[in-house]
């Protein structure tokens, strides 16, 4: 810790300390289309005209203006390139003498089109871009993406494994992910974060965030990473536009889904609303055979579980900017979703001793569920001078968080008990569950930004987030023979109230410090944890405090104009999901429930990754993270009853290794891809009731992803996955894999889309495993509807170009996604 503090002591000191300037040059420009309108977040590039070497990079603003500071004596040419343009360059020019401040000529940029015999190409961002620091996928332009689901989007990432199973998102092997919206924590618990990309249509989202090792100023929560979901914002100067969204898909069930946004921009106003409804109905479908052994006969318990989904969501999103002058700017944000699921399903289990079917169970289970969710954001960001430092200046931003969220699930099981003949031999046995859970997030933030000098800036920060949880569970029971009428019984075993408190103080410092061609950051952030964890019908509680320091280091080397080098480490913890921590029973099946552990910890991971840029496009990466006190879901048995309790617990140790490669393919003109491999080994150490769980796993993750111009406006995707079998806690798990595709129509002189896409072809996205483990022997498999044939339409009026106000990035991300 001692030599991380000195390095950024060293890093913040100011350049001039460093050594002895010379005068250097200005060069000021702008970059325009061919019908001169300006052009932001263009790309420039100072080059030296002998051997086009890169000398520094810069970025158009919102008027299509750049500025480039600290240039030595020299002769140079300015590039300027971006994604759908022809690159180009300006005459050559020479910094030195007399001309130490120049104004160069405007860059104009001409959209990138090949014509062949009857083909037309045009550039465009590909569904899956590769950065060197993280991976971004752009669901906006995708065309296998419409029409589904945030949840679907993301199974098609590159090193993200969605094990609906047992709700679990891992990316590149690695547990406990933290899922952002638009820079935001979710504070929802692992199968709650499921269910809200689950009900997140792929229509509202923007870009998918693959942030593996992230800097100080995030939360330090998610080992595995970040995944940031941004949502689609206002893009336009015009006074008011917007896009138009309708869709229907086809799988067993039928589906349908609507959005609507609206940006609109008056004098200092910037406002922004969206609204979504999706009505789908798909099915699940989950299987288990659990084999006992025992001195008098072996025996088996098959069961088949078949249940369909009705799914109603509405979600909605309204935001305001107003700057109060040009130093000052507030704005708010609002969003909320409610969704509407109910089930009737059944599970059918047999029981059998020497392979000989003796006695069935026949279980009816109707659920309902209802989510809402309302969250609303107060920022105001503040500049201190307009002309800066380090072509950025001193800057102030202030969140203000208030989330409301409620769940209110009821389950109704009813069981038969038959003979090997399908006859009932005794009473129904009847269980009621009512759960109502509440939770409220009250976070606020500061972060401020200082440029000490041209290539020195410092960062710092507070965040405090202050969640209270209330979850109420009611069970109810009865047996009943045929034509009985029997009240219902409360079952005080298993009936519970839990309340949680959790407040967090985080403070972080980051320093930044650029060379000609090395870039070294350093941060520190401080988190103290205060909970408290109290069973009401237990009268048990259990209080933790405890203060952490995560240090995160990232180096990064420029080596002419197609070579990056980035080194980094980071040091992030996970705490228990809330749910984890609740000790009451979540019933699963008549053999199968589910228990909390309010005496888990919080486990912490050291990440280190190296990773090699060619030309931006290509990448290699080299990860190893060693956790400990690994959070994971452990299975008991009781081969008494035939039961297995799923609960949680801390491992002793896990450590995971991967390679990661991506590259792009232009196979022919009209027809590119982006393919990626992660291979990760994972291994566990550690012991569970006395045994010891010593697994060691070799897996892989594999993406292609085809683009196809064709003439006409019409374009195509396909897009193919493979996971190879991996392993889980005491879960062994099978390979699975996904091959969608789809096509799309420009109409209406572009302003109007016509998609079509087909999921899941082959139905492969199926998750099975074993457990064998103790006294544990059973194999499962779960999959649901995920080949669905769509048709989408979207049409945008207004022009699309400038952005506005909708992707707030708001305090209390990391709590949200830990709700129960």
Do not use: C
Request: proline letters at 3%.
């Amino acid at each position: 810790m001692k030599i991380l503090l000195f390095a950024l002591v060293i890093l913040l000191v100011p350049g001039d300390l460093w050594a002895q300037q010379s005068k250097s040059g200005i060069v000021m420009g702008s970059v325009q289309d061919t019908s001169g309108r300006p052009l932001g977040m263009m790309s420039l590039l100072l080059l030296k005209a002998t051997d086009s070497t890169l000398v520094k990079g810069a970025v158009s603003n919102e008027r299509g203006h750049y500025e480039m500071e600290l240039i030595p004596p020299g002769t140079y040419r300015m590039a300027g390139s971006q994604v759908g343009y022809q690159k180009v360059y300006s005459e050559v020019f020479t910094v030195g003498d007399e001309q130490w401040k120049l104004q160069l000529l405007p860059l104009t940029m001409q959209e990138e089109t090949r014509q062949l015999t009857n083909v037309t190409v045009k550039a465009q961002k590909p569904f899956i871009e590769q950065q060197i620091d993280k991976t971004i996928l752009n669901v906006e332009n995708s065309i296998v993406a419409s029409g589904g689901t945030a949840l679907e989007v993301l199974e098609k990432a590159p090193g993200v494994v969605v094990d609906l199973q047992s709700d679990r998102i891992s990316l590149k092997g690695r547990e406990n992910v933290l899922v952002m919206i638009d820079g935001k924590p979710t504070y929802l618990s692992g199968n709650q974060v499921l269910d809200l990309l689950r009900n997140t249509p792929s229509n509202t989202v923007e870009t998918i965030e693959l942030i593996t090792n992230p800097p100080a100023r995030y939360d330090a929560a998610g080992t595995a990473g970040i995944i940031n979901i941004r949502l689609k914002r206002n893009k336009s100067s015009q006074p008011l536009n917007g896009n138009l969204t309708a869709g229907v898909g086809q799988g067993r069930f039928l589906k349908y889904n609507t959005a609507l946004t609206l940006n609109a921009r008056k004098d200092q106003w910037s406002l922004f609303g969206n609204y979504a409804f999706d009505q789908r109905d798909y099915w699940s479908v989950a299987t288990i055979d659990r084999r006992f052994a025992s001195a008098a006969q072996p025996t088996l318990i098959r069961q088949d579980g078949y249940r369909p989904i009705q799914n109603t969501t509405h979600t909605f999103r309204l935001g305001a900017d107003y700057s109060l002058d040009k130093r000052n700017t507030i704005g708010v944000l609002l969003n909320g979703t409610n969704v509407s699921n109910k089930s009737q399903g059944g599970t059918e289990s047999d029981i059998f001793k020497s392979g000989v079917l003796t006695s069935s169970e026949r279980t009816q289970n109707d659920n309902k569920r209802s989510i809402d969710r309302l969250a609303a954001n107060l920022n105001f960001r503040h500049r201190f001078d307009t002309t800066g430092r380090g072509g950025k200046g001193r800057e102030l931003m202030v969140d203000v968080d208030y989330s409301d969220a409620s769940f209110r699930p009821t389950e109704q099981f009813e069981t038969r008990f038959l003979n090997a003949q399908e006859i009932e031999t005794g009473p129904r046995d009847f269980q009621r569950l009512t759960t109502n859970s509440k939770a409220l997030i009250r976070a606020a933030k500061t972060d401020y930004s200082h440029p000490i000098d041209k290539q020195t800036r410092l960062e710092a920060g507070w965040k405090s987030s202050y969640v209270t949880l209330n979850n109420d569970l009611l069970v109810e029971t009865k047996r009943v023979e045929n034509g009985q009428n029997v009240p219902w019984q409360v079952d005080n075993g298993r009936t519970n109230q839990f309340e949680y408190r959790e407040l967090i103080h985080a403070a972080y410092l980051t320093g930044r410090r650029t060379w000609t061609d090395w870039t070294l950051q350093v941060g520190i952030r401080a988190e103290r944890t205060q909970t408290e964890a109290y069973s009401v019908t237990a009268q048990n509680t259990v209080d933790r405090t405890y203060l952490n320091l995560f240090p995160t280091v990232s180096l990064t080397r420029t080596v002419g104009d197609k070579h990056q080098f980035l080194y980094s480490f980071s040091r992030r913890i996970d705490r228990p999901d809330y749910q984890y921590l609740n000790p009451f029973i979540r019933i699963f099946s008549p053999y199968a429930y589910q228990q909390g552990n309010p005496y888990l910890k919080p486990q912490f991971t050291d990440a280190f990754q190296v990773a090699y840029s060619y030309k931006e496009e290509t990448t290699i990466s080299f990860g190893y993270n060693r956790t400990r006190d690994v959070i994971v879901d452990i299975n008991e048995q009781n081969d008494a009853t035939g039961e297995t309790r799923i609960t949680f617990t801390n491992l002793a140790e896990q450590t995971n290794m991967s390679i990661n490669v991506s590259a792009p393919i232009r196979i022919t003109p009209w027809w590119s891809s982006r393919n990626s491999a992660s291979v990760f080994h994972t291994a566990y150490q550690a012991e569970i009731g006395g045994t010891p769980l010593d697994y060691s796993w070799l897996a892989m993750n594999l993406n292609s992803n085809h683009s196809f111009v064709f003439a006409n406006g019409i374009t195509a995707e396909l897009s193919a996955s493979y996971n190879s079998p991996y392993v889980y806690s005491q879960n062994k798990m099978q390979a699975f894999g996904q091959l969608s595709v789809g096509v799309q129509k420009s109409i209406w002189q572009k302003k109007a889309t016509l998609r079509f896409n087909w999921s899941d072809l082959f139905q492969t996205q199926r998750f099975r495993g074993t457990v064998q483990f103790q006294n544990m022997d059973f194999n499962f498999a779960t999959y649901s509807e995920t080949r669905v044939a769509r048709l989408t339409f979207t049409y945008t009026f207004g022009n699309r170009e400038i952005k506005g106000a909708g992707n707030r990035r708001t305090v209390s991300e990391d709590e949200q996604r830990r709700i129960n």
